[in-house]
């Protein structure tokens, strides 16, 4: 075990090649899917442990799921996997605003009067 080793047997999974522009190539429609899959997979194991925030839970996360984590960490790409964590917090805090607006008798705005003068604006008003 190195110096900055995080103690994770799993290799991580390669870089992404190089295009001849300078930038990487993206992940096919088969790799994506694998991720997803295995998204997917780390998200219900979550679900079922009462865990919402893996990033702010980590060590919780990965006690009660480490099989599922190491899966989505071997089929995403590092970046993708921090993303995907994230923007699954933001969309429990979304719904759970939404809930709680409907509860309060909240009803949705029409999108075509929404906006204020900024609207009429954009609109030729």
Excluded: H
Excluded at 33 to 58: H, M, P, Q, T, Y
Aim: proline letters at 6%; hydrophobic letters at 35%.
């Amino acid at each position: 075990m190195g110096w900055f080793s995080t103690g994770n047997s799993q290799a991580a999974p390669p870089p992404p090649e190089p295009s001849q522009d300078g930038g990487f190539i993206a992940p096919d429609r088969s790799a994506r899917a694998v991720c997803w899959e295995g998204r997917d997979n780390f998200f219900k194991c979550l679900d079922r442990n009462g865990i919402v925030d893996s990033v702010k839970e980590d060590e919780k996360a990965r006690q009660a799921c480490a099989p599922e984590l190491a899966q989505f960490e071997k089929a995403c790409a590092s970046s993708w996997v921090t993303y995907f964590k994230k923007r699954r917090v933001m969309e429990y805090q979304r719904d759970q605003t939404l809930k709680k607006l409907n509860a309060e008798g909240a009803t949705p705005m029409d999108s075509s009067t929404a906006g204020g003068a900024g609207a009429a604006a954009l609109r030729g008003k």
